[in-house]
Nanobody, 121 residues
Framework: QVQLVESGGGLVQPGGSLRLSCAAS????????MSWYRQTPGKERELVAA????????NYADSVKGRFTISRDNGKSTVYLQMNSLKPEDTAVYYC??????????????WGKGTLVTVSS
């Protein structure tokens, strides 16, 4: 059974830091492209950061470049999102995503249940 379990969310003051973790199980983690998305009420889910299978390449939304860092540990089947210099507009539910597209299995897309990050004084 595929599971993605996010943790590390919470309340933080503007300018503070948080580190999100997403523990994966039920699939071969190292074969999947991993991403973090976020969503606020009334808005579409948006891509925050993504990382390739071996971690050799990353991609970030313009709004978080220079402040957030995505990383992964394939040995622990875990992806992280280090968030620094947090702003109130970073407040959202953050979701972990695993994705791959193969000829044999087609498109595989898995989501966690999310963790709430609130940036407020």
């Amino acid at each position: 059974q595929v599971q993605l379990v996010e943790s590390g969310g919470g309340l933080v003051q503007p300018g503070g830091s948080l580190r999100l973790s997403c523990a994966a199980s039920g699939f071969t983690f190292s074969l999947y492209y991993m991403s973090w998305y976020r969503q606020t009420p009334g808005k579409e889910r948006e891509l925050v950061a993504a990382i390739t299978h071996a971690g050799g390449s990353t991609n970030y939304a313009d709004s978080v470049k220079g402040r957030f860092t995505i990383s992964r540990d394939n040995g622990k089947s875990t992806v992280y999102l280090q968030m620094n210099s947090l702003k109130p507009e970073d407040t959202a539910v953050y979701y972990c995503n695993a994705f791959r597209h193969t000829v044999v299995f087609g498109r595989e897309n898995y989501w966690g249940k999310g963790t709430l990050v609130t940036v407020s004084s």
